[in-house]
T-cell receptor
Framework: KQEVTQIPAALSVPEGENLVLNCSFT??????LQWFRQDPGKGLTSLLL?????REQTSGRLNASLDKSSGRSTLYIAASQPGDSATYLC??????????FGKGTKLTVNP | EAGVAQSPRYKIIEKRQSVAFWCNPI?????LYWYQQILGQGPKLLIQ????????DSQLPKDRFSAERLKGVDSTLKIQPAKLEDSAVYLC??????????FGPGTRLTVT
């Protein structure tokens, strides 16, 4: 069964803190892994996509890593800001081409 | 580049009524997806189109849900009759290369 687990389910941090969001998946034959951001009542915004041949991707204050052998990915957010408050979703694409999503981590950054 | 467009943004209906959602993908994207996102859950794929054809509809409740993509561009997702458990956000996404998917703002459906 294809499953994605995201830990923690919710996280509250003070502004300026560095933080790590975790994602684990059961399918070892993945094509890529994607991190999304979802604001309340909005659609999904793609943050980073890591191809199966890559180990990490960076965009600004965000860094995502992928370890296929252990079935894990992490999203690192540096110097968090209140505007980073959102739900972060991890999803992988396996052999069936569809994205399999986790339930997300709800992040709150307090000023 | 215009993003994925969806309408309506919000819809409230009573159970047993019917409803339809519309999606216009990014120009040139051959693959179109419909996802259902129940509150507190990640999105779940309902149906995937490649141009006009259905690639995957294994999780589409076919007794009440239907979808079509005429001319390989716009798509419509219909629910008839709706049940309370259909309350969710319905997300449309499109893809050029079968890898990176771009999502629309979604339609929030409330069934009372």
């Amino acid at each position: 069964k294809q499953e994605v687990t995201q830990i923690p389910a919710a996280l509250s941090v003070p502004e300026g803190e560095n933080l790590v969001l975790n994602c684990s998946f059961t399918d070892s034959a993945i094509y890529n892994l994607q991190w999304f951001r979802q604001d309340p009542g909005k659609g999904l915004t793609s943050l980073l996509l890591i191809q199966s041949s890559q180990r990490e991707q960076t965009s600004g204050r965000l860094n995502a890593s992928l370890d296929k052998s252990s079935g894990r990915s992490t999203l690192y957010i540096a110097a968090s800001q209140p505007g980073d408050s959102a739900t972060y979703l991890c999803a992988y694409q396996g052999g069936s081409e569809k994205l399999v999503f986790g339930k997300g981590t709800k992040l709150t950054v307090n000023p | 580049e215009a993003g994925v467009a969806q309408s309506p943004r919000y819809k409230i209906i009573e159970k047993r009524q019917s409803v339809a959602f519309w999606c216009n993908p990014i120009s040139g994207h051959a693959t179109l997806y419909w996802y259902q996102q129940i509150l507190g859950q990640g999105p779940k794929l309902l149906i995937q189109f490649q141009n006009n054809g259905v690639v995957d509809d294994s999780q589409l409740p076919k007794d009440r849900f239907s979808a079509e993509r005429l001319k390989g561009v716009d798509s419509t997702l219909k629910i008839q009759p709706a049940k309370l458990e259909d309350s969710a956000v319905y997300l449309c996404a499109s893809s050029l290369d079968l890898y990176e998917q771009y999502f629309g703002p979604g339609t929030r459906l409330t069934v009372t």
